[in-house]
């Protein structure tokens, strides 16, 4: 007789009770024999390996997902992973369980059983009869996401806290730290994957060395939701065979199916630790996942489009990065400000601009993302000067970072030279000044920063107040005087090369709720000032310095430009490039040259879309289709084909049909608008209450009824003007510029433009008409027009 497991939750007390009276009457019945985890208590205790042997001996699993409990989602991730057939069960009388569900969207594609009680289980088994008839998700969702060739385990899969606190900031800069020194990394950030499913996991899991996952404790913003997803990667990874490191703050209340492997910490220097020591003593061995399988023909089975996340596949970029008018302006010879929203493509021209630069030998490109910085420490040291001299300060600061950052680069490029090159006479000079330098030229700029901040506060107190002993203070701390001998030093060796090229990335990592946005945007309008500084002083010749050729590129994100410009002095003279997708065509390449790079054997991209997309989705051609539907940013025309993708494999087509596209909406639709809290929830608190005011709206409406809207909503009389600049600035809402021609502006003069045309085109402002965007109408459910036109 075959054997079914089930797994639930010890409470409430109701829903367990139900699952125990199913699996009595199914072995009653003789239709299986069944085991609950409850009947594996030896002593009155749980011994996980126990459930984990139960599970491996099973024919198939059942798993009551009512509460997500964590326990369950470990158990029945290692179930998956496993290859075991699981039927998912949920208690339709819970009323929020399926909105629960929804949100948790790790195992959407899967699908699940309703019940109100055991006589219904029982019914559907009998009607259904999975034992029979249930393929294991390993089969229909894992395997065929899978590459045809099989994959090295040389990476590690680190899975982040939604909110960066200070243990978890650390440990993403110490994760940084390790990439940049060569450890391929691949990051579940929730912030940017909280809707991947698991056939997203499973194929990086199958290629990783470890898992690291931080748990964060149980106060924390999203920490429920984003630790139950944890543990059902966490499941996963155990039944790979995957090593695995779960840590946590010592609030998380740790699963009793891990409690014992889970370690917590109490300190950002303990959880360091524990992540320095296992990933210290990870084996990147050679060994392949699965059997060699014939190389794939023209499936959908496989094709992907990549991360949609430029972070987690930079190895890979150079293979099908699309080159734009913004590309141009990064790598061209000058000073300039990058702006884009989330997902435009920042991270993605920085580090391809980097390689671009790095090609040519003669010049030497440096990358500076600031997660390294010790943002807490910045801030402390800034409480403590007079408002006048915060521009002083961090000019001062931004100008230490760069220089010492272009002392590691090039100290590096010397010494990672192979055996038995010769160094040149200036070379031998510069590495004899690293040697005595007053800052660590060799350590990464989050310790030389640190170093630098550590000893102000104290010097600062014991001051009296006057500017000039603070600017002296701040100079001391900056090592001013030893920084001019590091420019002297650094002319002879970098005199012949054709350019110094720094990008600064990742700014907006300490734009987080709670931080002092003021003094965020004097931070980062104090690069701007020591980038304009720098590049005069490195532009000069004279009797103690050579002329070194720097151009400092800087990117930031749409919605840190918008509030930078409240705090510069001058905003109009800021000399932006916006990173934008105005082109469709431009913007369907993006996937076009993805599925090119990895198909080797098609030399066409229409094969794409003759041969595995359907010509229109709703009467519209598909690339129309595309274009509308989503924001026009790369990040988001690969998540919505890779979901669409996906979809159309569980249901097991030859090819993604329009009902798959429309599917991947709903999908699409929640990333989006969780994208948008993300980037700008932060520094607008009632963004939520603003967004959700437009919960069944009509698509197009007056400015009059959007300023109602957001006001029944919650949102302050006295603030919904300004929240709908900012729905307008982000590309929520669209601006009537012409007769039903709706604009959706950029930053910058293009947002300028669009607001003037409109008030052109219809002069009183409230009976201005607006568009909400159609990445957004699945999820805020916008109704449809009455006619087909709009």
């Not at 420019?487 to 734009?511: E, Q, S, T, Y």
Request: hydrophobic content about 40%; some cysteine.
């Amino acid at each position: 007789m075959k054997s079914i497991f089930f797994g639930y939750a010890e409470r409430p007390a109701s829903q367990a009770e139900a699952m125990r009276s199913t699996a009595q009457k199914l072995n009653e019945q003789k239709y299986a024999q069944t085991v609950t985890w409850e009947s594996l208590r030896v002593g009155g205790t749980i011994v996980i390996d126990q459930v984990l042997e139960a599970i491996d001996l099973a024919d198939m699993c059942v798993f009551d997902l009512t509460n997500l409990n964590p326990n369950v989602l470990f158990e029945a991730g290692y179930a998956v992973s496993r290859g075991k057939p699981i039927w998912l069960t949920m208690d339709g009388t819970v009323s929020d369980a399926y909105s629960l569900w929804k949100e948790f969207s790790l195992l959407g594609p899967v699908g699940f059983i309703k019940y109100r009680n055991s006589d219904e289980l029982v019914a559907s088994f009998l009607h259904e009869n999975p034992l029979e008839s249930l393929d294991p998700i390993y089969d229909s969702l894992i395997e065929p996401n899978l590459p045809a060739i099989p994959e090295r385990r040389r990476s590690i899969l680190y899975c982040s806290t939604f909110e960066p606190f200070e243990a978890a900031n650390r440990l993403d800069n110490f994760i940084d730290d390790r990439k940049r020194r060569g450890t391929n990394v691949l990051v579940s950030d929730p912030t940017e994957s909280s809707l991947n499913p698991i056939s997203w996991y499973a194929p990086i899991l199958l290629k990783s060395a470890g898992v690291l996952i931080n748990f964060a404790g149980a106060e924390r913003n999203k920490a429920e939701i984003h630790n139950k997803r944890h543990a059902l990667v966490a499941g996963l990874a155990r039944g790979f065979d995957i090593p695995i490191l779960l840590i946590a703050e010592n609030t998380y209340p740790a699963p009793f199916d891990y409690e014992y492997d889970v370690l917590k910490y109490d300190s950002s220097e303990a959880c360091i630790s524990f992540a320095r020591g296992w990933i210290d003593g990870l084996e990147f061995e050679n060994l392949t996942w699965s059997s060699s399988r014939p190389t794939m023909g023209p499936s959908l089975q496989g094709l992907r489009f990549g991360e949609h996340v430029a972070e987690n596949e930079s190895e890979n970029l150079g293979d099908y990065f699309v080159e734009t008018a913004a590309f141009g302006d990064v790598v061209a010879d000058r000073n300039a400000i990058f702006v884009g929203h989330r997902g435009t493509g920042k991270t993605a021209n920085a580090l391809q601009a980097f390689e671009e630069i790095a090609s040519n030998k003669t010049n030497l490109p440096v990358l500076i993302k600031p997660p390294g910085f010790e943002f807490a420490a910045v801030m402390h040291v800034v409480e403590k000067l007079p408002n006048i001299q915060h521009e002083y300060f961090f000019d001062a600061l931004w100008r230490f970072v760069i220089q010492t950052e272009i002392a590691n680069t090039a100290l590096r490029h010397i010494e990672d030279r192979p055996l038995g090159v010769p160094q040149s006479d200036a070379e031998q000079v510069f590495v004899r000044y690293a040697n005595t330098a007053p800052f660590e030229i060799r350590q990464d700029v989050s310790v030389r920063l640190g170093q630098a901040l550590r000893s102000l506060p104290d010097v600062l107190e014991e001051s009296d107040g006057h500017l000039d002993v603070n600017r002296d203070r701040i100079n001391e701390a900056f090592h001013s005087t030893a920084l001019a001998e590091l420019r002297h030093n650094l002319g002879p060796v970098l005199k012949d090369r054709k350019r110094v090229a720094v990008f600064v990335d990742n700014l907006d990592k300490g734009w987080e709720k709670g931080a002092n946005f003021t003094i965020m945007a004097r931070f980062i309008l104090g690069l701007l000032i020591a980038q304009g500084r720098l590049a005069q002083d490195f532009a000069r010749h004279d009797s103690w310095r050579e002329k070194i050729k720097l151009t400092v590129a800087i990117f930031l994100r749409s919605d840190i430009y918008n509030y930078l410009k409240k705090e510069a002095r001058e905003p109009d003279k800021l000399p932006i490039s916006t990173i934008a997708w105005n082109d469709p065509g431009t913007l369907l390449t993006v996937i076009e040259e993805r599925f090119l790079s990895s198909h080797h054997n098609f030399q066409d991209p229409d094969v794409l879309w003759n041969r595995f997309f359907c010509s229109e989705v709703q009467g519209m051609p598909i690339k129309k289709y595309l274009g509308t539907v989503i924001l026009p940013r790369p990040r988001d025309i690969v998540y919505f084909c890779n979901a669409a993708v996906s979809r159309a494999i569980d249901r097991r087509n030859d090819k993604v049909l329009s009902e798959d596209f429309l599917s991947a909406e709903e999908t699409y639709s929640r990333y989006a608008y969780e994208a948008l809290l993300v980037e700008n929830g932060v520094t607008i608190p009632e963004m939520e209450e603003a967004l959700f005011g437009f919960l069944g709206s009509e698509r197009i409406i007056s400015v009059d009824q959007a300023l109602t809207a957001m006001n029944e909503a919650g949102v302050a009389e006295n603030r919904v003007d300004t929240l709908l600049n900012k729905l307008v600035s982000m590309s929520f809402i669209g601006l009537e510029i012409r007769p039903d021609t709706f604009h959706f502006p950029e930053a910058g003069t293009d947002f300028k433009r669009s607001e003037k045309m409109a008030t052109l085109y219809q002069a009183t402002r409230g009976l201005q008409r607006l568009k909400i965007h159609p990445a957004f109408y699945n999820f805020l459910d916008v109704k449809a027009p009455a006619s087909a036109d709009s």
